[in-house]
């Protein structure tokens, strides 16, 4: 298949890029920059089409022999739609609205990824996709909004659409902003863990999800929506005990139970059950596997991950550990 993937530079779209060309897929990658330099670093990726387009600003022009699009594009930082949550929503309530305008106009089916966000989360709950929705953060407002543009589109205009909504993913490439890859960052340059906050998450590794997608790509129904996760939850501090033994010489944890916004519930773990009834497909990597790769991965790619040391020194008290904050370079609201 000829696919275009938006949102191509980023952890997901890079990730899922390389993976629909291995597996024989004619890829074109499309994003406003590699602001985060992950392109640069895999020839194979340099080889592929690529398309530098801000999709909530600039004409598209995409392949005329596309046969799918992968909706990727999004600023995803779900503390950073805290300080912005203007840019936030305008950006990926846009984009997302001129993606679909485009497909429709050229009759080419859509994936659309979306969040568990949209769930919100509380203690005590597993989530499906027949869950109301309950956005908590602007971002995982403007996700409520791009499912609804998607699904008007669909009903308006007959357009194939997929919705995919991914839980809080890891693995590879990830920018260490997040608390995984944050971490790894802090164990590679001998600082102490920094575990913050009481939630419950549903990790899941990168190579699961992307079977799911491509799954989902070619044998998904039309018009239904499917959630990619473990549905197994993990406190932060569980966390910071699988993170420790990954490095000797992390002797050393901070924890704080305190969140340093009000963006997020309190737990969200969220059933995969319609994509495991439909394709057979499962988690095929464990948290422990998972991160254990991971980490390796990171001790090899140091030199990439210290280009973000600047945010994963920084303490999650301040907005300033977020890397968004340094590539829009936009007053806090």
């Not at 949550?85 to 050229?106: K, M």
């Not at 001998?190 to 070619?218: H, K, N, T, W």
């Not at 000797?248 to 969220?270: D, M, N, Y």
Request: aromatic share 10%; glycine share 6%.
């Amino acid at each position: 298949m000829n696919i275009v993937v938006t949102g191509a530079s980023g952890f997901v779209g890079f990730n899922l890029s390389q993976f629909l060309a291995q597996k024989g897929h004619q890829v074109t990658l499309l994003d406003q920059d590699d602001y985060c330099q992950r392109l640069v670093h895999r020839s194979p990726l340099n080889d592929m089409p690529f398309i530098k387009c801000n999709l909530a600003r600039d004409n598209i022009h995409l392949p005329h022999n596309t046969d799918s699009i992968i909706h990727l594009a999004a600023m995803p930082h779900v503390d950073y739609s805290y300080h912005q949550p203007g840019e936030v929503f305008r950006n990926n309530t846009l984009s997302t609205q001129a993606i679909l305008q485009y497909a429709t106009d050229h009759d080419i089916p859509l994936l659309l990824a979306s969040s568990v966000e949209v769930y919100g989360g509380e203690w005590g709950r597993v989530y499906n996709e027949s869950d109301p929705y309950a956005p908590v953060s602007p971002y995982s407002a403007s996700k409520v909004a791009c499912e609804a543009i998607a699904q008007s589109y669909a009903r308006c205009y007959q357009l194939p659409v997929k919705i995919f909504r991914l839980t809080n993913l890891y693995g590879p490439w990830q920018l260490p902003d997040r608390i995984i890859p944050r971490n790894f960052g802090r164990m590679l340059d001998g600082l102490p863990l920094d575990i913050q906050g009481s939630a419950v998450r549903d990790f899941l590794y990168i190579d699961d999800a992307l079977r799911a997608i491509e799954q989902m790509m070619i044998h998904g129904e039309d018009g239904q929506t499917y959630n990619i996760s473990t549905g197994i939850g993990t406190t932060m501090q569980e966390m910071g005990m699988l993170l420790e033994p990954l490095d000797r010489s992390a002797t050393a944890k901070e924890i704080r139970e305190l969140e340093p916004t009000q963006s997020r519930g309190s737990s969200l773990v969220v059933h995969s059950g319609k994509l495991r009834a439909a394709f057979g497909w499962y988690p095929q990597t464990t948290l422990e596997q998972g991160l254990e790769q991971t980490f390796h991965w990171y001790q090899e790619h140091a030199d990439w991950v210290r280009l973000f040391s600047r945010e994963y020194h920084t303490m999650r008290e301040s907005r300033n550990f977020i890397i968004d904050m340094a590539r829009y370079s936009v007053p806090a609201i």
